[in-house]
């Protein structure tokens, strides 16, 4: 064993967070506590996510420690990955070690975990231990007792948030210029224009351009290649005649979004945006203009990641419909907006009301494994409470025909252990961006009211 290599030592919710972190330390060697080992069997039970991944954890040490039941355990096992799991090509692998004395049983987990690191950490002091937890709190300890602790960053996205993708781009002032032989034609009312690149557009598909000032134009991005790029102009959802069920958009993002909800050749958008910024008002109302008035949908289902996903809904009364109620309070508040006719009084509004309720669906993420959803025009709210595995599972859910929408605010995560970068929200928007059939757009703007908006400021 080389002095390079580092000894990492998983916490258990490193590997109920992701079984796989098992083989992604490369070529350093990887040491479990015993009181690991007891804490995911306890997890073993259950139906949720968690207690999945724990299942996993341990079928992968099991599988490990019987291709290696004829070596000596005390010289640690190969971490060989498994089928399925991609490594860097011609990569060192690692050893696996397991802490050999039997934990007393005393004291809270946490600290058994912090013991068995510094006991290892004193054994070996030609080599650097780090204990690799997602438990904040258990991070403090350790950096108090004198052990180096880490976040386990391997199932990140994207390094900072701030570099995620936000689905516009501002053209500078003399984009025209820049490309003096541009080729423009209409076809079916739309205006397309064809480009060549240039080296610093790194421009993806459904990509919104704009050009502000007083030659303010909204250009989308169709197709791109190497040479080349295909733009269409926008349709303006702020003029009344482009309204959408009534709702127009109020600001440039706004108008993006709305292109790409009602747009038939995207089955797949993003909306990101702060508290206020219209994300759901804007996909209700899109799914609405296509359900009712073009049919192109049968219906719209709706869906929220709860805090406690994944988790049994509960004992409240009545059906999975009636058990969601609660938690779709900004359904309910959109659809005032939505199902407000100008006459036929208070007996009006609820015909409206009721017609409305009876073409969208709420559904529990719960019972989401093994369904296909054919023509249906899926709304994810709440998504980035949700990891990327649950993502995975929801949207490949969809059947012909089905368009998923998927909002979210990443200021505001509920579930712990996820943060603005691993949140399967953010997954989803840099997986999908290559895409030609997706689209995202990161709202910034709110347009909830003036009380609101400064609030979301100065509180």
């Known amino acids: 064993m080389t002095g390079s290599k580092r000894i990492y030592a998983l916490d258990t919710n490193v590997l109920l967070h992701d079984p796989t972190s098992l083989f992604r330390f490369e070529e350093h060697d990887v040491f479990i506590p015993m009181t690991v080992l007891e804490e995911l069997d306890e997890k073993k039970k259950g139906a949720s996510e968690v207690s999945r991944n724990g299942r996993q954890a341990s079928r992968f040490l099991n599988e490990l420690v019987e291709r290696g039941k004829h ?22 692998v690692g050893r696996l070690y397991f802490q050999h004395r039997i934990s007393n049983g005393h004291g809270k987990a946490d600290n058994q975990i912090l013991a068995a690191v510094a006991e290892l950490r004193d054994q070996r ?42 689905g516009a ?39 919104c351009l704009f050009l502000p000032g007083d030659h303010d134009v909204e250009l989308r991005v169709l197709h791109v290649d190497d040479s080349q790029a295909t733009l269409v102009l926008l349709d303006d959802h702020s003029h009344a005649n482009h309204h959408v ?51 192109r949908y049968r219906e719209i289902i709706m869906t929220r990641a709860t805090v406690s996903v994944g988790e049994d809904i509960g004992f409240l009364p ?14 309910t508040d959109n659809l005032e907006v939505l199902a407000n006719p100008q ?24 019972f989401m494994r093994g369904r296909t959803f054919l023509s249906r025009y899926l709304i994810i709210d709440e998504a980035q409470n949700l990891t990327p595995k649950q993502m995975k599972t929801l949207v490949t859910r969809a059947g012909p025909g089905t368009k998923i929408v998927c909002l979210g605010n990443v200021e505001q995560i509920d579930t712990p252990y996820l943060t603005e970068t691993t949140s399967g929200l953010t997954y989803a928007v840099d997986r999908f961006k290559q895409w030609e059939h997706s689209a995202h757009i990161t709202l910034r703007r709110g347009e909830r009211s003036r009380l609101a908006d400064f609030a979301a400021e100065t509180l």
């Open 71 to 92: 070596d000596d355990l005390s010289n640690g096992l190969e971490l060989s990955n498994p089928q399925g799991i991609k490594l860097k090509h011609g990569a060192s």
């Open 245 to 295: 069920w009534g709702i127009g958009a109020r600001n440039r993002e706004q108008n993006f979004a709305l292109n790409a909800l009602m747009d038939p050749e995207i089955d797949f958008v993003t909306l990101l945006g702060n508290a206020g910024t219209g994300k759901t008002l804007l996909a209700l109302a899109a799914g609405l203009a296509q359900v009712m008035d073009q049919q």
């Open 318 to 331: 009545g059906t999975e419909e009636e058990k969601m109620t609660p938690w779709m309070g900004a359904l």
């Open 169 to 207: 781009t501002q053209l500078p002032e003399d984009f025209w210029d820049q490309h003096p032989e541009v080729k423009s034609w209409s076809e079916r009312g739309r205006t397309f224009y064809q480009v060549d690149r240039r080296e610093e557009e790194e421009w993806h598909p459904n990509e």
């Open 343 to 366: 006459d036929g009084g208070s007996w009006g509004r609820q015909a409206t009301n009721d017609l409305l309720a009876s073409r969208i669906k709420i559904r529990s993420l719960n």
């Open 125 to 166: 002091p030609d080599r650097t231990v780090i204990l690799v937890t997602k438990d904040i709190n258990l991070r403090i300890k350790a950096s108090i007792d004198g052990v180096v602790a880490e976040d386990y960053e391997n199932d990140r996205a994207l390094d900072d948030f701030s570099l995620l993708y936000t």
